[in-house]
């Protein structure tokens, strides 16, 4: 995946005349082609993608400058593609300490915890086996068979995980209609592709507020919005809204007025009387983080801070009243909302139940059941 601008320098140096004076550079060899990749790759410090893989290439690739999509994938010029997601992080093999002391620590810091408290750290990918179902149901809606069976794609990215060496970070993954041709539709000999990267991303539990705006752009309809297709044009301009306008993100109303979601991550409510709302999945992705989010908060429940957990139609007078709002994703999990289109939530500050669902997210990432984290080795 050729991440960088390509440089467009030869053209300007010898294109500043005329249009006749203009000469193409024409690469007629691959070393030709690897030389300059490798030169653009050369300027970057910190490699963002440490490993690859790629099911046309047929295996695991740790050079970026080797991971390219060819022109005619049906994923590029038609849009014929799914994709999911899944953590990389540390956490806990055993053990009962609160992620907010450990989620951060670094191997000799947890070299220490382990001498010190006689805790044992890993690596894991989190609901990894929740992302792959979806993304498979995603697959089932766009019509692509992918070109293994799921045990097999569940391995390949344990693998790539592993090669990658990551203590933290995001996996990412796409199935293409494949490439052969460019028409509308998938070539018949055709075969779908699988490509994934693991992502060197660094983040940590989100504790200062955002403000969100209610966008202008039309939402998907519940087809595609129930399916995470390549599709983002919408996405990407509804957060571009939101950033000309000095907020953090948008929020999609349904054309019934009822609240949707945010341009990639579910949106959840607090309202004043402690109850725990997020707005249906019918018409807009169920969110892996989300879910999980709904099965333990109930825990707040049980200690008396949560009144209920669900979900519902809430409309925008209803959303607006909450007490207290948050996003919720993969890589967030949970990130406060205090200001929607330039009106404070609640009381405009970060709310106590919103950390403490936070906390209970991350607690999950770090420390959780091994049916949410999927053990990764450091060593090959």
Sequence with gaps: MEALNSSSSEI???????????????????????????????????????????????GIITDPAMMVIPIDDHMVHRGHGVFDTAIILNGLVHGNISSNLFQFLSISQSIICYKTFGLVFNRYLYELDAHIDRFLRSASKAKISPPFPRSILRSILIQLTTVSQLKKGTLRYWLSA????????????ANSAFYAVAIDDDFSQCKEGVKVITTTIPMKTPLFATMKNVNYLPNVLAKMEAEEKGAF????????????EGPNVNVAFITNEKELILPSFDKILSGCTALRLLKLAPKLVKEGKLKSVGTANLTVKEAKGAAEMMFVGSTLPLLPIIS?????????????????????????????????????????
Excluded: C
């Excluded at 030389?35 to 653009?40: F, N, P, R, S």
């Excluded at 494949?178 to 000999?189: I, K, R």
């Excluded at 139940?353 to 997210?361: E, H, I, V, W």
């Design 12 to 58: 300007q140096a010898i294109g500043n005349g005329s249009e006749t004076d203009l000469k193409v550079p024409v690469f007629s060899s691959s070393l030709e082609l690897l030389e300059k990749l490798h030169e653009k790759w050369s300027l970057v410090e910190k490699k963002p993608y440490p490993a690859m893989y790629s099911s046309i290439l047929g």
């Design 178 to 189: 494949g490439p052969g041709d460019f028409l509308l539709t998938p070539a018949v000999d």
């Design 249 to 260: 993100a948008s929020i999609w109303v349904d054309e019934e007025g009822y609240i949707a």
């Design 340 to 380: 929607w289109d330039e009106e404070p939530i609640g009381d405009g500050h970060v709310g106590e139940l919103t950390m403490a669902l936070s906390d209970l997210l991350w607690d999950d990432m770090v420390s959780g059941p091994e049916t949410e984290r999927i053990p990764v080795s450091y060593t090959q």
